[in-house]
Each structure stands twice: as structure tokens, then as C-alpha cells.
């Protein structure tokens, strides 16, 4: 059969997309990045906030008008979504021949060729299975020169507005040695940036045992020759030590670059949220950061808009991202559902209030943003090309280590000519709120 994939959401759901393709290929069957051309096809789906659900939904509903194109044609429901929704989810969608949970990628070639024995939907506990199954084969989508590294499934914490714990089960790391297995196997395919991905990375290891931590999980790959940029997303405030700051200030091949989402800044949220940290230790922690990597670039998520969020409270938010400067910032208004603890918060925000303080703090940081990007005016870094530049009068596109694909900016580059995947050494001649221009040296 004639598959095509469309995988929404995070990386790590891009990794579950990965593996089901991989054994769609095993199984003999085709990819398609045509849906015309398809036989069936697969959404892998998000559902961690309100506009992820209503995406996935869209998506399900136009792939449903695909499926009555013509007969014989398959529609599976994948992921998160039919995790969180179950019958309800599966009542309302009849179009969809097959529900799979996050615990059942391994029954994708069933389910597309229709082996399942009758049963529609499988939504076992996420928590059963292997956190990665180590026998499959992984058909890598992103550039050959990149991939993403899914280091552990699952997370432990109980934030009142995350719904990955019911999703993905507790936090659980992958062996240290399956990780390096699949990280030389990348390197040896030509992968030159590995990006570790995990709903919290800083926790690998803390359920191994003594001396499998995150950061001796880093100084094994940065051993790698072949792999030049390791880069570490997701990182909780509270498991971020000074032994993974150390390590990552120790070794050239580990991108200086810390994604530490904080959501917000005011005590008295943060408390409503269920986090385990106040705004004094995380403070502490980015100086720490700054004092031990001079040439750190933090990046961080914020949410606005949660219930009891105060103007104070979001003042407050302001003045923090005044003080720190964060490189990159990304953000994302509270959404609301009947089956998060939140849910039963007390003065709620309205939609009116979220969007008006959302724009206001994205104005700021793009301000900043830009500010920030000055300073490598007139200087010269080292860029991962990645290809050509589309609707720009610059010829090449790329990424310095200080930006992570997809979520931050880019480098426009003018002159000199440099295949995908290599690394070139670039002026640095004007810059935006978000992206660099420069010259091919």
C-alpha cells in the first residue's frame, strides 16, 4: 500500500511518526508525501492544548473527505488525541477505521492493513510498553544532517495545566547504551546535529541509578567524532544541576544553548501550577548559567492567562523578561479543559484578557529579541547550512548552534556556494528581530 504520514505537534511526536514509518516499511509498503497518491493515511495527532486539538481535528476531518475520494481507502487516528478522548473521540469521528493510543505505535502495520481482528481501537496504558522499542527501524524525516534523540517517554510531575502525564505515563529513561546505540548508528548515516528531546531531559537517568545522569549521558556523546552540535531541549528548572552546566561548558561539541521553560514568574501562580520551583531559584539558576557559560543562550516558554493571573502578576512577568534578555522566548496562552486540575481553579481569565497580554509579551520580546541579536553584528560564526532560501534575495539558509530548528531564527546567507549539511563560516552583516543576515567567507 501506498502510505502517507502527517505527523503534528512536537518532536517527540515526530519521533513516534519516525518509527510507525519505519515499520510501514519493514512491512513492504510505500511512503507517499502525496495524499492523492495514498492507500491510507495516518495522522499522528496532538492534543496538549486547545489549538493542537482543534488542528488535529481539522486535519482528521479533512483526511475523512480524502477517504470518500474513493473506495477502499484507510484513515487511522493516531497519538495523543484518541489517548485523551477515547470513545468519545471515537463516537464523534465514524470516518476513522482505526484509534490508536500513545501505547500502541507497534500495531501500525495491523491497523493500516486492517489485521487488528475487528477491533477499531487500542488504547492500552501508555506506561506498558517499551519506552523505545530498540528492533525497529526509524525512517528518519528531517534533513539527513540532523535528527531528533528521544532520550526518555513519560514525566513524573503533576502541573496542574499538563496533560502529558495521563498522555505518556510517568517520566521513564531510555538505557544509556540503547541512546548511544542509535546515536552512533545516526552518526554513521550522516547526521551532524543530534537533538536530545524528552518532556523533561534534564531528569534522564535519575531513574537508572548512580551515574546515569543527563550529563554522563552528554559526555559519551560528545566522544562521537562524527556528531559536531548535541543539543538538549526541554529541560525542567528544577533537574537542571551544576554537573550538567559543567559538562555543557566543558565539551565545544555540546551546544551552549539551554531550553528551560519556566511558564511563569509570579509566586503565587506558580504555586497554582503545581511547580516545585519559586521565581528566586530560577533566577539563581539562569545567573548560574551566565556565570558559568559565558556564551550561554537561554531560551524559555511562558504561559499567560492561567487562572488567578492577575495585570500584577503579568507586570511581573514583563519585568522578568526585562531582567534576564532570554535569546529565544516562546509563549503560549492557558487552554482550558474539563479534565486538567486547573479546570477547578478559581477566576478564570477571559479570552479577551489572554490575547491582549500574549501580544503584549511577544511585542516585548521581539524588542528584545532584536536587541539582543546586535551583537553579533560584524562577527564571525560557524553555520549549519541548510539549504536554499525560499521568497529572499539571499541565496542559502542555515543555523548557527545558538538556534534550534523549527522554534527559533535563522541565517540568511549571501555568497559563496555550500551544499546542505555543511558548515561554513559566515559575517555577520544585519540583524532582525528573530533571524541573522550575512556573507559566505
Known amino acids: 500500500m501506498n502510505i502517507h504520514l502527517i505527523s503534528l505537534g512536537c518532536p ?6 519516525e518509527i510507525m514509518l519505519g515499520r510501514l516499511l519493514e512491512a513492504g509498503h510505500t511512503i507517499t508525501s502525496d495524499e492523492s497518491e495514498a492507500d491510507c493515511v495516518v495522522v499522528n495527532t496532538c492534543s ?46 465514524p470516518e476513522a477505521d482505526v484509534f490508536l493510543g500513545t501505547g ?78 542509535e546515536a552512533r548508528a545516526l552518526a554513521e548515516a550522516g547526521v551532524k546535529e543530534l537533538i536530545l528531546v524528552a518532556q523533561n531531559t ?15 549521558l552528554l559526555n559519551e556523546l560528545a ?33 551552549s544553548y539551554f531550553d528551560i521553560p519556566i511558564q511563569h514568574t509570579s509566586e503565587s501562580i506558580l504555586r497554582r501550577m503545581a511547580r516545585s520551583h519559586n521565581v528566586t531559584d530560577i533566577m539563581e539558576l539562569f545567573e548560574r548559567i551566565r556565570e558559568e557559560v559565558p556564551d550561554a543562550v537561554l531560551r524559555t516558554t511562558l504561559m499567560v492567562g492561567f487562572p488567578g493571573e492577575t495585570e500584577y502578576d503579568f507586570k511581573g ?76 534575495r539571499e541565496r542559502l539558509i542555515g543555523r548557527a548552534s545558538f538556534q534550534a530548528p523549527e522554534i527559533d531564527g535563522v541565517v540568511y546567507l549571501n555568497g559563496g556556494e555550500a551544499e546542505p549539511g555543511s558548515f561554513v563560516n559566515v559575517r555577520i552583516t544585519a540583524a532582525r528581530e528573530y533571524d541573522l543576515i550575512g556573507v559566505v567567507i
Request: net charge neutral; glycine share 8%; with cysteine.
Open 12 to 17: 517527540r511526536n515526530l519521533v513516534d511518526s
Open 48 to 93: 496538549f492544548i486547545r489549538p493542537a486539538v482543534d488542528e488535529s481535528i481539522d486535519i482528521i476531518l479533512e483526511m475523512a473527505k480524502w477517504k470518500q475520494g474513493a473506495g477502499g481507502r484507510r484513515l487511522i487516528v493516531a497519538g495523543c488525541l484518541p489517548q485523551r478522548y477515547g470513545t468519545d473521540l471515537v463516537i464523534s469521528l
Open 104 to 181: 500502541a505505535f507497534d500495531r501500525i502495520t495491523q491497523a493500516v492493513q486492517g489485521s487488528l481482528n475487528g477491533r477499531r481501537v487500542l488504547l492500552p496504558r501508555p506506561d506498558c510498553g517499551p519506552v523505545f522499542d530498540e528492533t525497529a527501524t526509524r525512517f528518519n524525516t528531517t534533513h539527513t544532517y540532523m535528527a531528533y534523540l528521544r532520550i526518555a517517554e513519560g514525566c513524573s510531575g503533576r502541573c496542574t495545566y499538563c496533560i502529558i502525564p495521563k498522555l505518556r505515563g510517568p517520566h521513564r529513561s531510555r538505557p544509556m547504551e540503547d541512546v548511544l546505540s
Open 202 to 216: 534534564a531528569a534522564y537517568g535519575q531513574d537508572l541509578g548512580r551515574g546515569y545522569g543527563l550529563e554522563h
Open 223 to 255: 566522544e562521537i567524532s562524527e556528531i559536531v552540535w548535541v543539543r538538549v531541549l526541554y529541560s525542567n528548572p528544577d533537574y537542571v544541576t551544576n554537573s550538567i552546566i559543567e559538562t555543557i561548558a566543558n565539551h565545544d561539541r555540546l551546544c
Open 317 to 392: 512577568m514583563l519585568d522578568f523578561i526585562e531582567k534576564v534578555r532570554f535569546d529565544h522566548m516562546g509563549a503560549f496562552m492557558y487552554s482550558d479543559e474539563k479534565d486538567l486540575p486547573s479546570n477547578r481553579l478559581k477566576d478564570h481569565v477571559t479570552e479577551e484578557v489572554k490575547q491582549e497580554r500574549f501580544d503584549r509579551l511577544m511585542t516585548r520580546q521581539a524588542e528584545l529579541s532584536r536587541e539582543n541579536n546586535q551583537r553579533y553584528l560584524g562577527k564571525i560564526i560557524r553555520v549549519l547550512v541548510e539549504g536554499a532560501a525560499e521568497d529572499t
